[in-house]
């Protein structure tokens, strides 16, 4: 069975950096995506970035591309969302997820993992 977790949340100011982690463990596909997605209060989930681990290829959101950055610890099975001059708008649960598609839409990932609460002080 896929798990994953996620991890690496916490307060930030806002212009600050920090570096989400997500580890991923009991998945039987050779090829996969990863995908990162928030969740504000009261908002729907949101598609920040996909991952493709068979040519390690990323795709990011409008809403977070040249801000947000992703890179893999293979050894240590683990992938990284860099995030970087962070804004009040970035305070969500921050999720990671297994799919087969590359894509950022929520219902094309089939195994989640619990989120990391990230919040930024204005």
């Known amino acids: 069975e896929v798990q994953l977790q996620a991890s690496g949340g916490g307060l930030v100011q806002a212009g600050g950096s920090l570096r989400l982690s997500c580890a991923v463990s009991?998945?039987?596909?050779?090829?996969?995506?990863i995908g990162w997605f928030r969740q504000a209060p009261g908002s729907e989930r949101e598609g920040i970035s996909a991952?493709?681990?068979?040519?390690?290829?990323?795709n990011y959101a409008d809403s977070v591309r040249g801000r947000f950055t992703i890179s893999r610890d293979v050894a240590k099975n683990l992938l990284y969302l860099q995030v970087n001059n962070v804004k009040p708008e970035d305070t969500s649960i921050y999720y990671c997820?297994?799919?087969?598609?590359?894509?950022?839409?929520?219902?094309?990932?089939?195994?989640w993992g619990e989120g990391t609460l990230v919040t930024v002080s204005s």
């Open positions: 997820a297994v799919g087969r598609i590359a894509s950022t839409a929520p219902y094309e990932y089939a195994y």
């Open positions: 009991g998945s039987t596909f050779d090829d996969y995506t």
């Open positions: 991952f493709r681990t068979w040519d390690a290829v990323s």
